[in-house]
């Protein structure tokens, strides 16, 4: 997952108003309404940075295991939605995966994905896929 | 002037299409998942002008707003292990009116030293996918045949080996029809040629 335009827009949104809020001079149960609204936009704010930061890290990894890591395939063996999230399904993969230098074995996965990919998602569906040379249960669905 | 059935009607007894009324492809692509199902209506299929086989037709669907768009469909599997994801999108085109997601799926803009391709479309595709291969499909002289040949409002979708080129004309006389048709033809035809090298 990544931010977008609307994402930023929010994040700014929310904590630019939650300060605002927070700083405002009123007194009384109007300002102290204010004040715990400042609180929670604040709070929302942060939660979507701290989101944010987690991705890049995993982008960062993701990029090292993509650059170092052996590249195999991964046959779609079952595919189901466990729900949605941001209109994306979120799909339970079970997956056949074939590393040259390593024993073929069975793995389970789940990722967001836009609708348009979810669909493909049947069992036979052929992904590529790259396996961290430090940790065979670490690897990248290509899709 | 002719309705949008009777062009089509007429598109297809000039061209040697068979008419096909109203096909739901599901959503193979970005463009189709914005319609929710909407279908291409009307549509026609055979062989297309340029070539390949395929569908075209005209597309629309309403969210807050109705979007109308023109499109082609073919197939071309072979590339689906080279190139999941391929998105090259006329800069500045609107899908939806109602877009408030802050996160989206992870994609990776085509980084290209063309200046006139980047000015023209967003060219975004899978992460992961092999840079040699998205190096070669976009060698200098598909670009400069991208920056150049379609038409102006043209696009295409490459994903899962469904290729949707589209063009945003509300009313496409049998020429802009053919225009639509001939370049995403060129289009599935080098991502083909490209798989097969």
């Given at each position: 997952m990544q931010v977008n335009k609307v994402g930023i827009f929010l994040i700014a949104l929310f904590g630019g108003l939650g300060i605002a809020f927070l700083l405002v001079p009123i007194g009384?149960?109007?300002?102290?309404?204010?004040?715990?609204m400042g609180v929670i936009w604040v709070g929302v704010a942060a939660f979507m940075v701290v989101y944010i930061r987690r991705q890049k890290q995993k982008a960062v990894h993701n990029d090292?295991?993509?650059?170092?890591?052996?590249?195999?395939?991964?046959?779609?063996?079952?595919?189901?939605?466990?729900?949605?999230?941001?209109?994306?399904?979120i799909m339970n993969l079970v997956l056949d995966l074939e590393v040259p230098g390593q024993e073929a074995r069975r793995a389970s996965r789940t990722e967001t994905m836009p609708i348009f990919t979810a669909t493909r998602m049947v069992p036979g569906m052929?992904?590529?896929v790259y396996v961290s040379p430090k940790d065979p249960s670490d690897y990248i669905l290509v899709w | 002037m002719p309705t949008r059935a009777e062009v089509f009607q007429i598109y297809a007894r000039e061209r040697g299409l068979?008419?096909?009324?109203?096909?739901?492809?599901?959503?193979?692509?970005?463009?189709?998942?914005?319609?929710?199902?909407?279908?291409?209506?009307?549509?026609?299929?055979?062989?297309?002008?340029?070539?390949?086989?395929?569908?075209?037709?005209?597309?629309?669907?309403?969210?807050?707003?109705?979007?109308?768009f023109h499109v082609a469909i073919t197939e071309v599997p072979e590339s689906q292990?080279?190139?999941?994801?391929?998105?090259?999108?006329?800069?500045?085109?609107?899908?939806?009116?109602?877009?408030?997601?802050?996160?989206?799926?992870?994609h990776s803009k085509v980084w290209t030293?063309?200046?006139?391709?980047?000015?023209?479309?967003?060219?975004?595709?899978?992460?992961?996918?092999?840079?040699?291969?998205?190096?070669?499909?976009?060698?200098?002289?598909?670009?400069?045949?991208?920056?150049?040949?379609?038409?102006?409002?043209?696009?295409?979708?490459?994903a899962y080996g469904t290729v949707l080129g589209a063009i945003e004309e509300d009313f496409p006389g049998l020429a802009e029809l053919d225009?639509?048709?001939?370049?995403?033809?060129?289009?599935?035809?080098?991502?083909?040629?490209?798989?097969?090298?």
């Open positions: 009384g149960e109007a300002g102290g309404i204010l004040k715990l090292w295991i993509f650059n170092q890591g052996l590249r195999g395939r991964a046959t779609v063996v079952e595919a189901s939605s466990g729900g949605t999230m941001n209109e994306m399904p052929v992904l590529g | 068979e008419p096909a009324g109203a096909l739901s492809p599901g959503p193979l692509t970005p463009l189709l998942a914005e319609g929710n199902g909407a279908p291409i209506d009307p549509a026609v299929r055979g062989e297309l002008p340029g070539g390949v086989t395929g569908t075209a037709g005209h597309f629309s669907y309403t969210r807050n707003k109705t979007f109308r292990q080279f190139a999941p994801r391929l998105f090259c999108v006329r800069e500045g085109r609107r899908t939806r009116d109602d877009h408030f997601y802050g996160f989206g799926a992870r030293e063309s200046e006139a391709l980047s000015e023209r479309y967003t060219v975004t595709t899978s992460p992961y996918q092999d840079p040699n291969w998205m190096r070669q499909l976009f060698s200098p002289t598909f670009i400069d045949w991208l920056v150049t040949a379609p038409p102006p409002d043209y696009s295409f979708e490459l225009a639509l048709c001939r370049v995403t033809s060129e289009v599935a035809s080098r991502i083909r040629t490209e798989s097969h090298e």
